[in-house]
């Protein structure tokens, strides 16, 4: 598969590392770390890959038969791509080894009906077979039938109701779109404006097969109990599907233009929206809804986002990132490589944190609803996104630029010191941290009909607090007492087994290796109880070959997957990022866990992982970042090899 980071370094990225016998903690090292500064574009990033599942490449082309614009080409590389992807029952999943999954499966589906493929093709009549035992069309996700809709194979009337009047809430209403998550309210806005025109294009076939009933394709679903939330809401969809037949022009005509507007003024540089592939379509489509021409600036810029989001493989095939992550992979190679050993004024580090300092948010974005009088400053996941910067990225961002010996330290200080204030006035009242909004934690957006698609709330996590806390130990914080109140949350949300759920990445192993190194960071003993729970779950949860492993089933079922799976090297490195910081180096699971990893990697230095060990919502959608099994073992074996995190800032 090719890079989409492209560009190397020259002779000048030689590693400061001690070769040893080729089997040594110290020569993986050496190996992993030539291949990650290999990796460097030559405008100072790094961005791997960002691989979801096959819903972005049968959306991106269902959009392009909505617009009028798929073509051939297009649609030949994208359907191998969704193909190769599916399973030997006929099914798709959203991650590698996963269960099938039903709307996957339809979206991929009718994405290759598309393509040509006849729905009497065999690896078609398997699929097919599947979607009907499982319950067909009328059982798959809101999402899915809205796609359906807009080709008429599934009727609007039957699906839940969002008018764009809801954008007159003021933000201290329940259900204002502010009460939504920011990759959900991105995504509804628009998506108000295509309930309200519900467009239905020519279909090019039809999907009887996928019916249980095709006499009723259409089953209505029994009502909840009027008296649960479930049975409120749905009562609640009832009356807005009767607002919509008799809605007020002048006021469904003043929401329109008003959903415009704000869709229009969060509309990235690059041309995306929100640096994510479900706000961009929905954006698109409701635009052209609204009368925006294909040639039209901000259409166009939309579209030519869409290539950049594209990834070719080597054998012509073509599938869609869900996202891109080139600040969170620049931040967290920046501290690998520092803990590698390499000198903080190594020319590939001075290079990614001048690149790091130019990516910083100075703007207001949707933040500012909550937190008015906050002064900006902090850093977002993508390549443009001004609107949406995150804590996460801000918190590993500031860890990263106290390791490098920029020439510029006034420019590098000032941009600490706003992403400091500003990540710390995003703290929420029970003193954790969310990743993009501060109390974001009203429960009432996921009762909605609408809002089966994952989580559409984003309120404090384990992980996001600690890399907070963690940053602020690192700049001399850690007695600051909103730096403490994270601390407190911290070893309140403690699991009972010792564990922290991970709410950003797969699981409790990712949660667990976030929080031991900031407890440790922010003064905590290794001795201190909890630390020493984590401990004894790390070590109950080691494979038998010396790694760790944790599948994404530990979402659905912890009892059962929490902290189980097969080894990978960034879950592998966690762990051990963990037990390192909580004084275990010399332990007999440090040793395993190290000799796994040495003994796993590949000639090249890099680590094979087609397992997805990262979480878009926790179950719904999964994430493998593709630098993910790079970054992490090096920080380890870093780690490992110089028996400490180098390169801390202390409190300059």
């Known amino acids: 598969m090719t890079a989409t980071a492209g560009g190397r370094l020259g002779p000048q990225t030689s590693v400061a590392v001690t070769r040893s016998d080729d089997s040594s903690p110290a020569a993986a090292l050496s190996r992993a770390t030539a291949h990650l500064l290999s990796l460097q574009h030559a405008d100072g990033w790094w961005k791997g890959d960002l691989e979801t599942n096959v819903t972005m490449d049968a959306e991106d082309l269902l959009l392009r038969q909505f617009l009028g614009i798929r073509t051939e080409e297009q649609t030949r590389a994208t359907a191998a791509w969704i193909r190769s992807r599916q399973r030997e029952d006929g099914t798709w999943a959203t991650f590698h080894g996963g269960p099938p999954e039903l709307s996957t499966t339809v979206e991929a589906y009718v994405a290759l009906r598309l393509a040509g493929d006849a729905p009497d093709a065999p690896h078609m009549r398997a699929a097919a077979a599947h979607v009907r035992e499982h319950g067909g069309i009328a059982a798959t996700r809101v999402f899915t039938r809205i796609w359906l809709a807009l080709f008429g194979w599934w009727p609007w009337a039957k ?7 809801v954008l007159f809430l003021p933000s201290w209403a329940p259900l204002n779109i502010y009460s939504f998550g920011q990759w959900a309210r991105q995504t509804i806005v ?45 009562r609640l969809d009832q009356l807005m599907h009767r607002y919509h037949r008799h809605a007020i022009k002048p006021v469904r005509r003043l929401a329109l ?29 409701a635009l052209r809804l609204l009368g925006y021409r294909l040639d039209h600036p901000v259409m166009k810029a939309g579209l030519a986002a869409f290539d950049s989001f594209t990834v070719h493989t080597e054998d012509g095939k073509r599938w869609m990132e869900a996202c891109q ?3 969170w992979d620049t931040c967290l190679a920046a501290i690998a490589l520092r803990d590698a050993g390499l000198p903080g004024d190594h020319p590939a580090l001075v290079r990614a944190g001048d690149w790091m300092l130019g990516e910083e948010v100075t703007t207001r974005g949707d933040w500012s609803v909550k937190r008015p009088r906050l002064d900006p400053g902090g850093w977002a996941f993508e390549f443009q996104n001004d609107t949406y910067p995150d804590v996460d990225d801000t918190a590993e961002v500031v860890l990263a630029l106290r390791r490098i010996d920029h020439p510029d330290r006034p420019r590098l200080a000032g941009a600490v010191e706003r992403a400091v204030g500003w990540s710390l006035g995003m703290q929420s009242k029970d003193g954790a941290w969310g990743a993009f909004d501060a109390d974001n934690t009203s429960r009432l957006p996921n009762k909605l009909p609408f809002c089966d698609f994952g989580e559409v709330i984003d309120p404090p996590s384990a992980d996001v607090t600690a890399h907070m806390v963690e940053m602020l130990a690192e700049t001399g914080r850690s007695r600051d007492p909103r730096a403490r109140r994270g601390l407190a949350w911290l070893l309140r949300h403690q699991e009972p087994d010792g564990s ?5 990445g797969t699981n409790y192993i990712y949660g667990t290796g976030s929080v031991v190194p900031a ?23 080691q494979n038998t070959d010396g790694g760790w492993g944790e599948d994404m089933r530990s979402y659905e079922d912890p009892a059962t997957w929490a902290g189980r799976g097969d080894s990978t090297a960034s879950q592998t490195a966690w762990a051990l990022m963990a ?3 909580a004084g275990e180096r010399d332990s007999e699971t440090v040793e395993r866990g190290i000799a796994w990893l040495t003994r796993t990697q590949r000639p090249d230095g890099s680590w094979d992982e087609p397992q997805f ?33 180098l390169g801390r800032g202390g409190d300059r």
């Open 159 to 165: 699906l839940p109701e969002l008018p764009p009047e």
């Open 500 to 504: 922290w759920f991970g709410r950003w």
């Open 325 to 327: 992550s080139p600040v």
């Open 519 to 541: 407890l440790i960071a922010a003064g905590i003993s290794p001795d201190h109880p909890a630390v020493r729970r984590a401990v004894r779950w790390l070590t109950g949860r």
């Open 190 to 234: 628009p998506l108000t404006v295509v309930s309200a025109h519900r467009p239905v294009r020519p279909a090019p076939f039809d999907l009887t097969e996928l019916h249980t009933d095709p006499a009723h394709p259409y089953p209505d679903r029994p009502l909840a109990p009027a008296h649960t939330w479930d049975g409120l809401f749905q």
């Open 257 to 285: 233009r008003q959903a415009a507007a704000w869709i229009v003024e969060r509309q990235e540089a690059d041309g995306c929206w929100g640096g994510i592939q479900p706000p961009a379509v929905y954006s698109l489509i």
């Open 579 to 581: 037990l390192l910081a």
């Open 613 to 645: 060990t990262g979480t878009g919502f926790p179950w719904d959608f999964s994430i493998n970042y593709h630098l993910y099994r790079l970054v992490f073992p090096v920080t380890a074996l870093g780690r490992y090899v110089h028996d400490a995190p």
